[in-house]
């Protein structure tokens, strides 16, 4: 199949699989006349690249879990290096978690002290 019929069986931009593409995410066959040529396995990727993209992994470390994931949903086999880098990127979320909850307490401070709304700033 050529790239619009997988970008509309995976709801995925032609656009954005060629980017899939450029980070070595996809790799299409090429047909004599160049054309990309995919084929069942490459909407089978898709979705598992969607899905591990909604885990919130980049498309670097995706190249990295790709090879240990199986069926569209994916799980993932235990490959090589593969869980120390979930859970590094598992530590960096709690990190992310935890800044942005001090932000959050900080910010959440900051209104509780300013206390009512002023008249002199009260919409007319």
Excluded: K
């Amino acid at each position: 199949m050529r790239i619009g019929e997988l970008a509309r069986l995976t709801g995925v931009s032609s656009r954005l699989l060629r980017y899939y593409e450029e980070q070595g995410l996809l790799e299409p066959a090429r047909s004599a006349g160049g054309y990309r040529e995919y084929d069942e396995g490459d909407t089978i990727r898709v979705r598992q690249i969607r899905s591990l993209l909604a885990a919130g992994l980049s498309t670097r470390v995706i190249a990295t879990v790709l090879p240990c994931a199986t069926g569209p949903i994916p799980a993932l086999e235990a490959c090589p290096d593969l869980l120390g880098t979930l859970r590094g990127e598992l530590a960096e979320l709690d990190t992310r978690i935890a800044e942005l909850t001090r932000s959050r307490r900080a910010l959440a401070g900051y209104l509780d002290a300013a206390g009512p709304p002023s008249p002199r700033y009260a919409a007319a």
